[in-house]
T-cell receptor, first 115, second 113 residues
Framework: SQTIHQWPATLVQPVGSPLSLECTVEGTSNPNLYWYRQAAGRGLQLLFYSVGIGQISSEVPQNLSASRPQDRQFILSSKKLLLSDSGFYLC??????????????FGPGTRLTVT | GENVEQHPSTLSVQEGDSAVIKCTYSDSASNYFPWYKQELGKRPQLIIDIRSNVGEKKDQRIAVTLNKTAKHFSLHITETQPEDSAVYFCAASIGGATNKLIFGTGTLLAVQP
């Protein structure tokens, strides 16, 4: 069966510090991968998605970036965090293939507080 | 751009009553409509979905209906229980090969014992 991992689970970082969040998927190959941010009490904002190694599409201009160095690894980064970067960061994946390509399954999330 | 509107934003029902959450979407090419349940501090969990080739799908106490002509879809929960209390999100696929979803703004459902 497939599982998705995210770490760290929680993070407190000062303004201006760098950020690296990691997401990995097990038990599948060539998944689509997504990064979402959820502000407190709000909905899900798509930040980046990737259909393959090295292929990243950005949805919202911001000071964040994403990379996909391996098939099942997705990384979210920032060089300098802003207060507005605080939130719950969720990684999601979809199975490959045309039959189930839209079903998205979320990881456990990383709760980031920028102080 | 593409948009999904969700109503109501909050819903309070008595245990045993039914709850209905409604969404409308703008992209006529959307063909996949999932619903997610998110408990406080947890990840969203896919609870039911429907594709554009069917009008209704049911799984025990939850059902989803789709009206493609009107671009409406709804979540129905019958015989609500306190453990149904959570935030529910609808979503619609964005047309094309990107396999992206656009989410509604969420409904906070509170089931009063």
């Amino acid at each position: 069966s497939q599982t998705i991992h995210q770490w760290p689970a929680t993070l407190v970082q000062p303004v201006g510090s760098p950020l690296s969040l990691e997401c990995t998927v097990e038990g599948t190959s060539n998944p689509n991968l997504y990064w979402y941010r959820q502000a407190a009490g709000r909905g899900l904002q798509l930040l980046f998605y990737s259909v393959g190694i090295g292929q990243i599409s950005s949805e919202v201009p911001q000071n964040l970036s994403a990379s996909r160095p391996q098939d099942r690894q997705f990384i979210l980064s920032s060089k300098k965090l802003l207060l507005s970067d605080s939130g719950f960061y969720l990684c999601a994946w979809t199975p490959p293939g045309t039959g189930r390509g839209y079903e998205q399954y979320f990881g456990p999330g990383t709760r980031l507080t920028v102080t | 751009g593409e948009n999904v509107e969700q109503h109501p934003s909050t819903l309070s029902v008595q245990e045993g009553d039914s709850a209905v959450i409604k969404c409308t979407y703008s992209d006529s090419a959307s063909n996949y409509f999932p619903w997610y349940k998110q408990e406080l501090g947890k990840r969203p969990q896919l609870i039911i979905d429907i594709r554009s080739n069917v009008g209704e799908k049911k799984d025990q106490r939850i059902a989803v209906t789709l009206n493609k002509t009107a671009k409406h879809f709804s979540l129905h929960i019958t015989e609500t229980q306190p453990e149904d209390s959570a935030v529910y999100f609808c979503a619609a696929s964005i047309g094309g090969a990107t396999n992206k979803l656009i989410f509604g703004t969420g409904t906070l459902l509170a089931v009063q014992p």
